[in-house]
């Protein structure tokens, strides 16, 4: 497994941006899918974002599809979302995540989790 660590969260005002962090542990980063899931009070964990392997293929939740921008740079083994235009309701706490399955966007496909990260938009 992979160790992973996001940073980069923070209070920011309606329309703003944000730009996440998750570094990663180990030499095998290149190996997995990364993904970044949300969860906000009293709701479930879910998908936002995953990248390929090599970064040429990403996927996104249909509600962020040109909002949010996974990328990610398998040199210093970390992945990022960059968050424009953030809503009230994109506050929750986000998680970076590592998979080798297939199934991005399902979260009982990741093995390796991060602490999370608290991201607060104010109206």
């Known amino acids: 497994q992979v160790q992973l660590v996001e940073s980069g969260g923070g209070l920011v005002q309606a329309g703003g941006s944000l730009r996440l962090s998750c570094a990663a542990s180990?030499?095998?980063?290149?190996?997995?899918?990364m993904g970044w899931f949300r969860q906000a009070p009293g709701k479930e964990r879910e998908f936002v974002a995953a990248?390929?392997?090599?970064?040429?293929?990403?996927y996104y939740v249909d509600s962020e599809k040109g909002r949010f921008t996974i990328s990610r740079d398998n040199a210093k083994n970390t992945v990022y979302l960059q968050m424009n235009s953030l809503k009230p309701e994109d506050t929750a706490v986000y998680y970076c995540?590592?998979?080798?399955?297939?199934?991005?966007?399902?979260?009982?496909?990741?093995?390796?989790w991060g602490q999370g990260t608290q991201v607060t938009v104010s109206s």
């Open positions: 990248i390929s392997r090599g970064g040429g293929s990403t």
């Open positions: 995540a590592a998979t080798k399955a297939y199934d991005y966007s399902d979260s009982r496909a990741y093995n390796s």
């Open positions: 180990g030499r095998t980063f290149s190996t997995y899918v």
